[in-house]
Structure formats: C-alpha cells, structure tokens
C-alpha cells in the first residue's frame, strides 16, 4: 500500500499483452469509492461504491482479465479514447490548408482514434497526490493525425469518493484532439443486466442530430417535445447513441443517474461542451447482454473537424489541452 496521500493506493501485474508487453493495475480507494485503473488503454476496470444500506458493488462494466479486454476491444469498455473520441466523417479533415487522411475504421469513417487509438496502447504509470497519472507520446502520423502529441491522464479520487479524471496534451504540430472516458454505467450493479429505466437528467437542451452513418448533419435540434428531452429526469430507453449540446460546461451537474432500487445516484461534472448518451443497445451477450451498461461520455462534438459551427478541437503548438470530468457518487 502506497502512503503518503489521502487515497489508499496499490500497484499490482495484470499480466501480458499477446505480444509480451507487461501490463500494471492500480487500485484507489477513499470514502467508501474503490476505482480500478489498467496500463493498459488507461482502463477504468471497476467502480465500487456503496447503495443506501452500506452493500458496495460494481458499478461499472468491466472485464475480468487482460485477454478478454484484447478479445473485446470493440466495445472499448472503460476505456481512455483517442486521439479523436466519436466519429471523423470520410476519415478525413482540413486543417490550415492541409488534408489529413486518417485509418478508416467503420466504413469509410474513423471512430474513437482508429484501429490502435488510445484504447490499445499500454500508458506509463505514475503516482500522483491521490492518484495515478498515465502519460503517452503520440508520434506525428500514427493513424493519420498530425504533430507528435504528449497526452496525460490522472485518475484520482476527490474527497467523497468522486472519481476525477484530468486529460492534459501538448503538440508540436497543429492537431485535432479529442479525448473521453468509455465506461458503461449500471447502479444496480455490473451484472444486474439492463440499466434501462435507470432515471436521468441530462443539463441539454439541444443535440447535434445525426444521419444514417452517424455523423452529425450540423443541424442543432432543440430536444422540447422529443425522446432526448433529459432537462427532468426521465427513465432511459434503448435507442441512443447521440451528442447533447450542454447548456453550460463546469457550470453545475451535466448529468445526473439515479437507480432507485439501490439509491445510487452518479452525478457527471465537466468542462467539456457535450456528452455522447450511448445505451449499448448491440451488446450481444458476450460477455454483456443488451443495454447493460449506459456509457456518458464527455466530450467535443462528433466530427469537428468537419463542422466549422461546432466548438474547435484544434490545438496548435504553444497551447496545452487541459480537460476534467468528475464522476460523484452518493445515495438517495
């Protein structure tokens, strides 16, 4: 056990990657919250937290072994995503005159970085006051995006129990960035099967509506009236892989989850101008059954890039990129 700060910290093997590379986990753990975090993918295996009685469970999907989060990766469970959280339309954009020409990975587009984002490369590890900071160089062209990238993410715990994740980067070229977490939510515990009528608010009043590839069409739609109308808490339905214009980024509350059987209630906090509200409606049972987890994902908007309306993700030399979302957790 690592001392010297207010979370209890360890260290520990998680085994190997298929081509020999060690792979660490670190555990964190202060005020009833146990979060575990992997090298590899800069994974957020599991969350614990405690329901109104006491009883502490898993609240997070997560898997429960290095091959299977190799076997899995599509569903990108818990996940650190880059360089590009969300789609890039035709796997492409322009930036200053120059088109870059990214690895297609869902048809003709990319999504979530490309086929080895963030997702599959194993992080550096370090502690940090109350936490682990994972780091990574980017080098200039890896699935097609400019400038050699220095990213960072510290995954540490607030008072409370609150899960705080704090993206930095830094480029030597000007880039487009775009990082998020991946985690699937449940708060009646990872294998209860579907989180669907878990009760959510969501502080949007606009989504960026999107086509039949799942590309934003650069419209902004008003949620009044529709099935995205989260202002008041609302059980979730199946159906939703779709971008929420935030009223307010690091204003208040952008999302808040409640399971009322156990009294859990999460509560997202962020800097970011969206959230992407996925209900897992394809999981095919293996090893999740449909809907089992809720992933709310903070972010930029899907394809910027490509949408000079939508808020910039450029980031040039000079500039450093700093991103926080906190996940709280109390009862009810």
């Known amino acids: 056990m690592v001392t010297g700060s207010r979370t209890a910290m360890r260290t520990e093997d998680f085994g190997t990657l298929a081509d020999g590379t060690p792979v660490h986990r670190w555990t964190l753990e202060r005020d009833g919250t146990r ?23 898993g609240v997070a999907l997560g898997l429960p072994d290095l ?7 599509g569903p990108y469970f818990g996940a650190l995503v880059g ?25 003709r587009n990319q999504v979530h970085g490309g ?16 936490g ?21 993410a510290a995954y540490t715990l607030d008072e409370g129990g609150a899960l705080r994740i704090t993206y930095r980067a830094t480029t030597d070229a000007p880039t487009v960035l775009n990082l998020t977490n991946h985690t699937y939510w449940n708060l009646a515990g990872d294998d209860s099967g579907s989180a669907l009528g878990q009760r959510l608010r969501i502080a949007a ?32 339905g199946a159906g939703y892989d779709h971008n929420f214009v935030l ?6 509350p952008a999302a808040e989850l409640y399971d009322a059987a156990s009294g859990r209630v999460l509560t997202v906090t962020t800097t970011e101008p969206g959230l ?45 990129f700093v991103s926080t979302t906190v996940y709280g957790f109390t009862v009810r």
């Open 35 to 57: 979060v575990r975090v992997l090298t590899y993918g800069g994974i957020v295996q599991s969350v614990e937290v405690p329901d109104r009685d006491g009883a502490r469970v």
């Open 67 to 73: 091959a299977g989060y190799e076997t899995f990766s």
């Open 83 to 107: 360089r590009y959280a969300n789609r890039i339309g035709g796997a492409r954009f322009e930036l200053d005159g120059h088109t870059h020409r990214l690895t297609p990975n869902e048809g």
């Open 115 to 130: 086929a080895r984002g963030f997702d599959k490369r194993v992080w550096r590890a370090r502690e940090v006051v109350d």
């Open 132 to 152: 682990v900071e994972l780091s990574l160089v980017s080098e200039d062209g890896e699935e097609g995006f400019p400038g050699r990238l220095a990213v960072s």
């Open 205 to 236: 009043g606009r989504i960026t509506p999107t086509d039949a590839e799942s590309l934003p069409t650069g419209e902004f739609l008003p949620v009044d009236g529709s099935r995205f109308d989260f202002r008041e808490p609302a059980p979730v």
């Open 247 to 252: 009223d307010a980024a690091g204003a208040g």
């Open 276 to 320: 992407q509200l996925y209900t897992a409606d394809h999981f095919d049972g293996r090893p999740f059954g449909p809907c089992a987890g809720i992933a709310l994902e903070t972010q930029h908007f899907p394809d910027s890039p490509n949408r000079p309306a939508f808020p910039s993700t450029v980031l040039r030399p000079g500039e450093e």
